[in-house]
């Protein structure tokens, strides 16, 4: 119980932390673009991802759009939502829903880094050995890193936050590709 406290307290600092640095540079940001004449919706871009996988007794269906504002050629932050339906024939079915805020960095034009804190509510209704349901939110916060070709990216992003028992998602590392229009 103490260190499940100590976990709880770790990642709401960490979470706040990120929060806080996020907000002080758009802040700076924007104060920084202010006699700039660019209007807003200039450098706003809309996409994000969708995802299939279908296998023997196995569906995966997941749509996230999202938007970011491109603050200069080199950073942009963001916003995004996601929706994700899983389904193991004759086991469990899943819904995953929620937001995530979204930072990239391009270092070089082919190059993007990533930071994404992701909180998501999963819905578990279970079959098999037994019935069951389970409902919970899970925080997730993503370190990425892709290759950038025009308006798309594809790369590999690592959960910092995973835990092998969450059951929302089976690995720390995930596969991404990206869109943005």
């Known amino acids: 119980m103490k260190n499940n406290h100590r976990s709880r307290f770790s990642n709401r600092y960490l979470i706040l932390t990120i929060l806080f640095v996020s907000f002080s540079l758009t802040a700076q940001f924007q104060n920084r673009n202010t006699n700039n004449s660019n209007n807003f919706w200039d450098n706003v ?29 080199y950073f942009s932050i963001g916003l995004g939502a996601q ?12 819904n995953l829903y929620g937001g995530s805020l979204i930072t990239l960095f391009n270092p070089l034009p082919e190059i993007q880094l990533s930071a994404e804190l992701e909180q998501l509510r999963v ?13 919970f939110w899970n925080t997730g916060l993503f370190l990425g890193a892709g290759y950038r070709s025009g308006n798309a990216t594809i790369g590999v992003r690592y959960n910092v936050l995973f835990k092998e028992n969450n059951r929302a998602y089976s690995d720390a590392f995930m596969p991404f590709v990206r869109f943005y229009f």
């Open 123 to 135: 819905n578990v209704s279970g079959i098999s050995p037994n019935n069951f349901t389970d409902n």
């Open 45 to 73: 871009q809309f996409g994000g991802g969708l995802g299939l996988s279908i296998g023997s007794g196995y569906t995966d269906i997941s749509v996230a759009p999202s938007a970011i504002y491109n603050v200069n050629q």
């Open 83 to 94: 929706y994700t339906y899983a389904k193991q024939r004759n086991f469990y079915t899943s």
